[in-house]
């Protein structure tokens, strides 16, 4: 497996000024493999409860994600509910259910152990860590975090800041981590912390990446109906990991063009609840749309 | 004359929550013809009083910018004061005092009738219309517009859409004209309305350009230090319509490329109070940070 992906499997309840699901297919490494399937074989490492529907486990399987790495325990899925307000920017989290992740110890298996390109999708950063040391010296590793973390595990994240090559954070983290109101040069400031890339999320505002060798600015591909914004963070970065594993290095060039298949990717989330929309999507959709952002974005 | 500003020249009184500034030199057409004059020949139409001073209208010649059509008036000149909050995205006016402006009737001198590029500054658009009227069959016209003039003369302001080639609008006012939240359905919406394009800017999230024939998306220049955002939009639109006045068309080719002078030349502007940043540029000043901009948004 070129693509590694260690991370939630859940079941979401989401309610949108416009529509809602219930326990509706979600987790940050579901939307991650979505995405990055597209691209590249992947391999998923999580946990999931006696209540996760075989169907769910057979739908991500017959998309050619490595399910080997995803455990069964007793107990329930991780459950997560969330409500948007209109303009889609504001979040509430209506109950976070850890169940079955509260005692999540991800077990790599060998065949995963020499993956080149690794996701530390969302969770502690001791789990993170620990879940990245079962892997043997991978080409390039990226972490996501939330402000949870900043907040309640700084010196543990700190820790995992030293061992990866990139670090995926939205405007809000940056600034929580760092103390520094400015974007740029908070991002700055994280490069000072370990990583050699920060990628940094805006949301509907795009994304940019910073790195010593590589400043690229991106902005977000224009959705005009946008129907429910969970996991877009993890199927950008899905998408972006997705290129770099497919292309077999990271060099800037490759980061930049990485930027806009999870750019892309990120877009047909946000298009369906759950999986629903972006699930339904083959290279070629992804190809046209990247195409079409290249448009948009070429001066 | 290959490019022609309608607008205000005024004292700002502004304040950050590190500095401030008393009085100081601003204005609509003055940001707009400090930014175009470095890319070309500009001629200005404006009032001021009898107290604006001589040293500021020579210093605005001495850039080159034709002042022949500004009127100087029994009277102040227009004053505007204004306070921004930490995140510079909330800005509180706290006063306006339109003095000579208020009856402020533009008289475009011969020489400038013949203007082939005309930018119509933020003011009432039946004043903005007349100014235009006297500029025969121009190129490429673009006006800006504010959301006052949406709320208390909407259709003055949608007749003036009739007759310009482009307008300038921030995202609070594309939303407020269409009752669109969504940014890419406000701006088809308004290209309904009559012009061929809408700039649309979104401060320090960049801004985007939509027509019929170009659809173009560009993210703001990195500034680490924001000083005062004060002209910054003025600024942008004199970097954007002086590149098409060098350029002498308004081809999606050149409209892409006068988005990343645009940029620039607001980039410079918010790096210090008044003119004190923008002023003290020359052109190559701003081809290094276009060329800058460009490695930046190039995949």
Not at 39 to 49: C, F, Q, S
Request: with cysteine; glycine share 10%.
């Amino acid at each position: 497996m070129s693509l590694l992906v260690i991370g939630t499997l859940a079941y979401d309840s989401v309610e949108t000024v416009h529509d809602r699901r219930e326990g509706a297919l979600g987790g940050s490494a579901v939307y991650f493999a979505v995405a990055s399937s597209l691209l590249a074989e992947t391999a998923l490492v999580g946990v999931v409860g006696r209540d996760f529907a075989d169907g769910d486990l057979d739908g991500l399987r017959s998309r050619g994600i490595d399910c080997a790495g995803v455990e069964i325990a007793d107990g329930l899925t991780f459950r997560w509910g969330g409500r948007y307000e209109a303009d889609w920017n504001t979040r509430h989290t209506t109950f976070t259910d850890l169940n079955v992740f509260e005692t999540f110890d991800p077990k790599v298996p060998e065949a995963s152990q020499s993956a080149p390109f690794v996701f530390l999708a969302n969770a502690h950063p001791s789990i993170q860590l620990k879940g990245l040391l079962q892997v043997e010296g991978p080409t390039f590793s990226v972490a996501d975090t939330m402000n949870l973390w900043i907040d309640i595990a700084r010196d543990e994240l700190c820790e995992l800041l030293k061992h990866v090559d990139g670090i995926v954070m939205n405007d809000e983290e940056a600034r929580l981590l760092t103390g520094e109101e400015n974007l740029i040069r908070a991002a700055q400031q994280v490069l000072g912390m370990g990583p050699r890339y920060v990628l940094l999320k805006k949301g509907e505002h795009g994304a940019f990446l910073m790195g010593a060798d590589v400043h690229f600015s991106l902005p977000a591909y224009p959705v005009t109906d946008v129907v429910d914004p969970t996991g877009a963070g993890d199927s950008f970065a899905g998408g972006f990991m997705g290129h770099l594993a497919a292309s077999g290095d990271a060099s800037p060039a490759t980061l930049r063009r990485a930027m806009l298949y999870g750019t892309v990717a990120a877009s047909y989330c946000v298009q369906g609840f759950s999986i629903e929309d972006l699930g339904g999507r083959n290279s070629q959709d992804l190809e046209e749309r990247v195409n079409d952002l290249l448009s948009i974005v070429t001066v």
